[in-house]
Structures are given as structure tokens and as C-alpha cells.
């Protein structure tokens, strides 16, 4: 048998349960517009750093870089457009591809000496925390590898691919 509530008590059910589900859509909108702006912030890095790659004149310096970096975001773009039909680890991947296709066309464009300021490192990574996590001796030398990499260094590409391979 069901049970008998009052007008007011059923009222004051009513209210909670408004109150609850009004905080999971407002934690949920949060989420997305959070996620939202991780997209278009990646989205803009990405088509920043392609058109500064675009822009370089070609040269005989790091040709194989530079085709090689235009090629893998010709392939991202591909791998975009078909995101929309995966399920959520899906888009994960494609987010991180993108994130991926955005450092490579940032080490193309330093390797061929395009920054917007000299003094510009290069952007944290993922990876940064996951090395650390394992062994600061690895860590120690991805920072290493990064830091190799400096517009002012004729040397970058060989010193960060020897530490990057490390």
C-alpha cells in the first residue's frame, strides 16, 4: 500500500528533488562548458600553429619536418570529421590526436625558427606528468628535450631527438 503524505510533504519531495537534479544539470553544463572551452582553445592553438607552418617559405632546412607536420594534420583533419560518429573514449583519442598534430606543428615552426617570441617554451604536456610520475630521471630529460629545442640553438633538432629518444 502506498504511503500517505501530505500535501506540503509531497510539495517539500518535490522541491528536493528539483534541488538535486536542478545541481546535476548545473555540475553537467559546467563539465561540458569547461570541455568546450579545452576544444576551441586546442582548436585555435592548432590552426595557429598550422598557419605560422604554413607561412614559412621553403627551404632546405627540415623540408621532411615540415611535410612530414602538414601531412599528419591533413590526417587529423580526417580523423575530425569522423570523430562525431565514436562514443566518448573516441573523442578522448581525437582530442588527444589533436593535441598531438598542435605540438608537432609547434616544434616545426621553432625547428624552423618561426615563434611569436624568442622566449617562448614549448607547451606543457601530458606527458610531462606521466613521466614524472614514473622517474624523475625521466622527467629530467623530456625537460631537457624541450628546452633543447630553442629557436637560437642550430643544433635543436639533433639535441631533442637524442633527449626525446632517451
Not at 21 to 49: D, G, I, T, Y
Not at 143 to 151: T, Y
Request: proline content about 3%.
Amino acid at each position: 500500500m502506498p504511503r500517505k503524505v501530505t500535501p506540503a510533504q509531497y510539495n517539500r519531495m518535490v522541491d528536493a528533488y528539483n534541488r538535486k537534479l536542478k545541481q546535476a544539470v548545473n555540475k553537467h553544463n559546467r563539465e561540458v562548458r569547461a570541455h568546450n572551452a579545452r576544444v576551441r582553445a586546442n582548436r585555435q592553438r592548432l590552426n595557429a600553429e598550422i598557419a605560422r607552418l604554413n607561412r614559412q617559405h621553403s627551404t632546405t632546412r627540415y623540408v621532411t619536418v615540415q611535410t612530414f607536420t602538414i601531412a599528419l594534420h591533413t590526417a587529423y583533419t580526417r580523423v575530425d570529421e569522423q570523430s562525431e560518429l565514436w562514443n566518448e573514449r573516441g573523442q578522448e583519442l581525437a582530442d588527444l590526436a589533436e593535441a598531438e598534430t598542435a605540438n608537432s606543428a609547434h616544434v616545426a615552426n621553432i625547428l624552423l625558427g618561426e615563434t611569436v617570441d624568442d622566449a617562448e617554451e614549448t607547451e606543457e604536456t601530458s606527458l610531462t606528468d606521466e613521466l614524472s610520475a614514473l622517474s624523475p630521471d625521466l622527467h629530467s630529460r623530456w625537460e631537457g628535450a624541450r628546452f633543447a629545442i630553442n629557436p637560437r640553438n642550430p643544433d635543436a633538432a639533433r639535441h631533442f631527438c637524442t633527449s626525446a629518444r632517451e
